[in-house]
Structure formats: structure tokens, C-alpha cells
């Protein structure tokens, strides 16, 4: 039988002609709530588990996004409500994400900077060893 409502999302990829990473699935997911953790394995195919706040917003992306296709013609999503209570994610990669963990919890792709990089006289700046994931 389907499990009852949760707030985690069990998601299959159909076809998964293109790589699959957490960017990919938070991309699609957060239109429909606040991710906290995603996690994608690839047993069977490609799978990820997506951890809503809450299961009204795990709700609306399973009737939102099961059945469509992530890319023209392939990655076809079919989703489904998950076992767990909670998703463990033990680094922040591309194959897992905890988004409760940084302060970047919206999506990826960031609006210009807020200030124009400052002009350094002499030697080379050095950045900040910030890593907000695959770095675009």
C-alpha cells in the first residue's frame, strides 16, 4: 500500500538520461515549499528523497511534479510519499544537501552582487573559503 502523507518525497527518475544532483531537485522542488535535505541514490535507477517543512508543501509538489519530465522527453519524475521521519545527510555534496545547515537556503542562482568587487592595490586578494556547492 502507498504510505501515508509525509513530508519527505521518495522521487523516481524514469530514464534519467542526464545527471541527477541535488541543484537539480532543489531547483524543481522549491517552487512548491522550503527544502530542508534532499538526498539522490542511484540503486535502481536514480532516486532522490526530499525533505519538505512540512506536508502540506510535500503535498503540492507530489501532485505539482509526478509524472513530468525534468528535461524534454526523459528524467520522467515519478513521486511518492517516503518512510523516513527525518533525512541524514552527512555532507553537503552533489548527491546530498542539508539547506537547513547554511545560510544560502534560497535557490542557486544568485541576482548581482550587492557590491562591486573592491580594488585591491597590491598582491592578490584572497577569497573567502566559502563553498556554497558546485560553484555554477
Not at 5 to 11: C, D, Q
Not at 47 to 53: P, Y
Not at 100 to 123: F, H, I, K, M, N
Request: aromatic fraction near 8%.
Amino acid at each position: 500500500p502507498p504510505a501515508p502523507p509525509n513530508h519527505i518525497l521518495l522521487y523516481t527518475i524514469i530514464n534519467p538520461a542526464y545527471p541527477i544532483t541535488v541543484d537539480v531537485i532543489h531547483t524543481i522542488s522549491t517552487p512548491h515549499g522550503q527544502v530542508q535535505r534532499i538526498v539522490v541514490f542511484k540503486k535502481n535507477g536514480v532516486q532522490a528523497m526530499v525533505e519538505f517543512e512540512c506536508v502540506e508543501s510535500a503535498t503540492r509538489a507530489k501532485e505539482a511534479l509526478h509524472g513530468c519530465d525534468i528535461y524534454s522527453g526523459c528524467c520522467t519524475l515519478k513521486i511518492e510519499f517516503a518512510k523516513p521521519e527525518r533525512l541524514n545527510v552527512f555532507k553537503n555534496d552533489q548527491d546530498s544537501w542539508d539547506y537547513t545547515l547554511s545560510e544560502d537556503v534560497q535557490p542557486v542562482q544568485r541576482s548581482a552582487p550587492l557590491l562591486q568587487s573592491p580594488q585591491y592595490t597590491g598582491g592578490r586578494p584572497q577569497p573567502y573559503n566559502m563553498d556554497f556547492g558546485s560553484g555554477g
